[in-house]
């Protein structure tokens, strides 16, 4: 079992920074691969949650979203069971509630692979 607790959302200017934090509890944190997902206001229903990144469960293998490549960087510090997800460079369209999520050991963007998730931290980047 691992429970979630993200954080670090906010109001930021478009091309400003922030820096998201996911907390996990559970003994199992360094044996599964840790994901980022969106949810953007009126796409609920549509298409779900959008991929953003996601990490191996060493850290040694990481995965984009072309729309992110290049401004966002996902880490992870498995001692503290905890992974980051730095966003530079932000443009309005990524705001957004972003979710972490734990799946298996390899990153992968099929969020059906991930079983635990955590309540979303919204990000707001204005114009």
């Known amino acids: 079992q691992v429970q979630l607790v993200e954080s670090g959302g906010g109001l930021v200017q478009a091309g400003g920074s922030l820096r998201l934090s996911c907390a996990a509890s559970?003994?199992?944190?360094?044996?599964?691969?840790m994901g980022w997902f969106r949810q953007a206001p009126g796409k609920e229903r549509e298409l779900g949650r959008e991929?953003?990144?996601?990490?191996?469960?060493?850290?040694?293998?990481?995965r984009y979203a072309n729309s992110v490549l290049g401004r966002f960087t996902i880490s992870r510090d498995n001692a503290k069971n905890t992974v980051y997800l730095q966003m530079n460079r932000l443009k309005p369209e990524d705001t957004a509630v972003y979710y972490c999520?734990?799946?298996?050991?390899?990153?992968?963007?099929?969020?059906?692979?991930?079983?635990?998730w955590g309540q979303g931290t919204q990000v707001t980047v204005s114009s």
């Open positions: 999520a734990a799946g298996p050991s390899w990153a992968t963007s099929e969020q059906r692979l991930y079983n635990y």
């Open positions: 559970g003994r199992t944190f360094s044996s599964v691969a």
């Open positions: 991929f953003v990144a996601s990490i191996s469960a060493s850290g040694g293998g990481t």
